[in-house]
């Protein structure tokens, strides 16, 4: 596990499919915090590859509110999020975009990725409600997990 | 009350209000005049009677004076001038001077000579106490000075008689006097006559009544009274009491005029009555009429298009009244406010259905990209899972364990190594089928979002009435300028009359879709040039009247195979795979106004026809 970095990842989506393909998907795209007995004996037999790559750890959230909620928790607790990951229109509560400003609020830096489905809101607009714009990155759905990993190595990089 | 009646009642009563002030105008102006005009008649008449009595009054006075002062006569009553009766006083004389009676008397009041005679008659008599009597004749001979004179009437035993009586001297009027003249002429029928025929006035003396006799004399002059007038119908009477030397009546002077003027001021009256009831009558009627044909027969027809616009909703339609005036200005008024009422329901019934396609596109996107992003990726982990490294590892394990150069404790780590390697690749598959399975689940919610949809696309289109010119010049925005191909877009027929039964916004897509294949078929022939002809026209069906609208490029053509394709779902003719749906839509929309669309080619190289008949609106 020597030199290996950990993200710590929130991510939030009202759809349920997408947050639990977050929860499961998402990590297998992150190098693992632990490895398994068949990885053990396979470096044993075939010589251990030193794995540089980044851990992730994933905390999902349905709702703007309670990622929200997630977030200042904790940035108290003196563990913050390495990047933020959230959805533009989860109803009934607030939309992606007002619980990023929120996070803007508490954190100018933590980078913010939307995802989204379809927006209303065009980009010059997001960047003018969640500055920096370099801290901020909007995708379109559907994305493959891959891509969205790198992306998130990517902006929490910046 | 609609308009006309309430015009037309208001008319009446303000003729009704002329007729009212008319009438106390003549009342007040017309009637009086005439009344003063009338009394002045009456007036006029007794005056002239009351002239004709001083005409007779005159011819006494001469006659006395000239008998009184005359040295004969003085003489004569000396008795010194025996011969003057038989030279002078003879009945001729009376007749002559128009008399009835001539007496002579001394100063002591006897006669010297009187005759009395009545009129047109040649028998005479004495002055007797039967004629005048003694206290009138006392009255009649006492005088202030020689020069004086008494004029009055006197009571005679043969009716109302005018008297003059003188003092007798010489002719220079010097005396002493030595007697009394009196020269009496009768009011009798004969002189009423004569001066009824002077005057041209129906005139009467008569005995006063009982009643006059009574009344105490009041103002007046000579033997006259004040004029008492009485009116009836037919005549205005004026009447005089006449008094005798002693102030008492002694008759009644009676001088009638017919009301000649009142008649004409009846027949006046009426003949104004009714020419201003007939005024009265063709104003209301002229008014009445000029007012329904300038503004209650237009107000009216602008309020039937008002109703018929609010009733059918069609606000395509105008009054257009075409004048000059206030109506004219407020029809036009009108007009433009429904010109722009037009304008603003079809720009908001185009942004409706902009909004609505907006919101559903932006919905099904939301939701499909939402389904289609699980889908992706647990296809991708199902992929990547079935394509892990780990095979390879137990494929080497196992090539060692079979070439059997395996030390034991090896052998045992590689089989060791094979049965987790194998459990693993159990739960890998295991993973590959869940994520599978799992995507598969994703499909069906796809395939769901899709059913949902399609309950809009079952929903009638709004059909309206549409004007194809305007469509026309509206979808020939879409096609491109460009330095590389001039197009020439030529509109001929009766476009601009028609007008369809149609989706406005539909049908523009569909002549957008048209002009953009026509555009695109053009540049697909390399010409600078090129030409788009849209044709229209309304052809009379048996059953109903259509529009037929050719759309006509001087474009790449089509193929004789391929045309009967045009319209299947995803042909296209472009080089690049676009999803050749304009052409399939185009034709589903127009099915779904109740038209058809066709297409024609003569083939390739050869230009193309675009064929939309519709309905007429």
């Not at chain 1, 004996?41 to 703007?64: H, I, R």
């Not at chain 2, 009644?252 to 201003?276: K, M, N, Q």
Request: glycine share 6%; proline share 3%.
């Amino acid at each position: 596990m020597t030199g290996r970095k950990q993200l710590k990842l929130l991510l939030a989506d009202d759809d349920q499919p997408i947050a639990n393909i977050y929860k499961v998907g998402l990590p297998h795209y992150f190098a693992s915090e632990t490895a398994s007995p068949l990885e053990n004996l396979q470096n044993e037999l075939y010589g251990k590859t030193e794995d540089q790559g980044t851990s992730v750890s994933v905390t999902v959230c349905s709702q703007g509110d309670a990622a929200v909620d997630k977030f200042e928790e904790a940035l108290q607790s003196g563990d913050p999020f390495d990047v933020i990951v959230l959805d533009v229109r989860m109803p009934p509560g607030i939309s992606g975009v007002e619980a990023a400003e929120k996070i803007r609020v508490a954190d100018q830096q933590v980078p913010i990725i939307f995802v989204s489905g379809y927006s209303d809101v065009t980009i010059p607009n997001l960047e003018e409600r969640v500055p920096p714009a370099s801290k901020m990155c909007y995708v379109e759905k559907p994305i493959q997990l891959s891509e969205l990993a790198d992306l998130i190595v990517e902006m929490a990089s910046t | 009350m609609n308009l006309h009646k309430n015009i037309s009642l208001t008319l009446v009563g303000v003729v009704a209000v002329f007729a009212v002030g008319s009438y106390f105008a003549l009342s007040k102006t017309l009637i009086p005049a005439f009344d003063s005009l009338e009394m002045a008649s009456a007036e006029r008449d007794m005056n002239r009677v009351l002239s004709g009595l001083s005409s007779y009054s005159r011819q006494l006075s001469y006659a006395s004076t000239d008998w009184s002062q005359w040295d004969e006569t003085y003489a004569f009553v000396e008795g010194q001038n025996p011969s003057f009766e038989s030279e002078n006083l003879e009945l001729d004389s009376l007749v002559a001077l128009g008399l009835n009676v001539m007496a002579i008397y001394d100063l002591s009041g006897m006669p010297t000579w009187d005759m009395f005679a009545e009129t047109d008659s040649e028998i005479t008599e004495p002055v007797a106490e039967s004629i005048i009597d003694g206290t009138t004749l006392q009255k009649l001979q006492h005088f202030d000075s020689p020069t004086d004179a008494i004029l009055g009437l006197v009571r005679s035993g043969r009716g109302s008689m005018m008297v003059m009586a003188r003092p007798i001297t010489h002719s220079d009027k010097s005396g002493p006097v030595v007697g009394t003249l009196i020269m009496g002429r009768l009011l009798d029928e004969s002189r009423v006559a004569d001066l009824r025929e002077i005057t041209k006035v129906a005139l009467d003396i008569t005995e006063p009544s009982a009643a006059d006799r009574a009344r105490r004399r009041e103002g007046g002059h000579d033997f006259l009274g004040l004029p008492e007038q009485t009116v009836s119908d037919d005549s205005r009477v004026t009447r005089k009491i006449l008094y005798d030397v002693h102030d008492d009546a002694i008759a009644v002077l009676t001088v009638e005029s017919p009301r000649h003027i009142t008649g004409l001021r009846r027949d006046t009256v009426t003949t104004l009555i009714v020419l201003f009831a007939a005024l009265g009558a063709f104003i209301v009627v002229g008014l009445s009429h000029a007012l329904n044909r300038i503004v209650v027969r237009p107000v009216s027809a602008l309020r039937q298009k008002m109703v018929e616009i609010e009733q059918e909703g069609d606000l395509s339609e105008r009054v257009n009244l075409q004048r000059t005036d206030e109506i004219g200005d407020l029809s036009e008024a009108f007009d433009s406010m429904l010109q722009e009422l037009e304008d603003a329901r079809t720009q908001h019934i185009d942004q409706s259905f902009k909004a609505g396609m907006a919101e559903v596109a932006a919905g099904t996107l939301h939701n499909v990209r939402n389904a289609l992003m699980p889908i992706l990726n647990h296809v991708v982990m199902a992929r990547d899972t079935a394509a892990g490294s780990k095979d390879n590892n137990a494929r080497r394990a196992i090539d060692e364990l079979i070439s059997g150069d395996v030390a034991p404790d090896r052998r045992e780590k590689l089989l060791q190594f094979l049965q987790l390697a194998r459990a693993e690749s159990d739960e890998e598959c295991r993973s590959v089928l869940g994520n599978l399975g799992l995507a598969n689940d994703q499909l069906d919610h796809v395939i769901a979002i899709l059913k949902d949809q399609d309950k809009y696309t079952h929903a009638d289109p709004v059909l309206e009435r549409v004007n194809v010119a305007e469509l026309i010049q509206g979808a020939a925005a879409v096609i491109p300028a460009s330095d590389d191909l001039s197009i020439d877009l030529q509109v001929a027929g009766s476009v601009s009359d028609c007008i369809v039964h149609a989706h406005r916004v539909g049908l523009l897509q569909v002549f957008n879709n048209v002009f953009l294949n026509a555009y695109e078929s053009i540049a697909r022939t390399k010409a600078a040039t090129g030409s788009i002809a849209v044709l229209a026209r309304i052809d009379d069906d048996i059953e109903d009247r259509k529009v037929h609208i050719t759309i006509h490029d001087s474009g790449a053509g089509i193929d004789p195979d391929a045309l009967k394709h045009v319209f299947d779902r995803g042909y296209t003719s472009k080089d690049e795979n676009t999803g050749g749906l304009g052409l399939h839509w185009s034709a589903n929309a127009i099915a779904s106004m109740g038209g058809k669309m066709s297409a024609f080619s003569a083939g390739k190289g050869l230009g193309a026809e675009i064929h939309v008949i519709l309905k007429t609106a």
